[in-house]
């Protein structure tokens, strides 16, 4: 489906379409899986009521503010403490525009620290629609395991994503410069060439 990327402020002005707001937290990661992995990042998506990954958000109205619409979304998902670690239009990252469906989605990235990561799992276990639309926070695999080089980003990319989440998730991935672009290409290709 053709979309294309506009101004946040000209995205503003399409009053007669329907407008989303979805986004990502990331924080440093130190850990090493198995003692000797680098984890590299934590970066959430999360397992959404129909079974693909998608980023955590949801429609808002205009006439609220995307920022708050979003925020209102993240608190009912996942929880979030919106008073410490809300949404504002700093963290916006892209807009994109889909006119064959009248719709909008804009994307938002935000860094934070490695306790607040554990806060928003925590929180969002307890959150309203934990169970029901929103299945669970979920941490990306940034790495790939040396082993078999599919294990994890390139196996994690294989699955099932809603609307354009993978791609929000590669271009916050090099954009935050968690991987770089020819990492991202090494486990896009890994990715296809084979699959659990
Ligand atoms: O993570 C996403 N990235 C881009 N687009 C997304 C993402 N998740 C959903 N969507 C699209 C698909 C839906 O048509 C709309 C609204 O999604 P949703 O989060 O399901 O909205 P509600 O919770 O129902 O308000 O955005």
Redesign the pocket.
Known sequence: MARRAVPRFEAVKLTRYKH?C?AMFHAPNEDKLFGRIPMRHTVLMQM?FDGRF??P???VNLEEGLEAGLNR?LEE?IGLDVRILGITEGDWAVTEVHDEQN?V?H?YIKKVTPEQIRQIETAATTAKDHGL?SLGLVRVPVYTLPRDKVGGLPAFLSNTF????RE?LLMGLEQEGILSHAEIQKALKASTTRRH
């Open positions: 989303a979805h959404r998608g980023f958000g949801g429609f979304e998902e719709f989605s994307f639309e809603i609307g354009t989440a929000e």
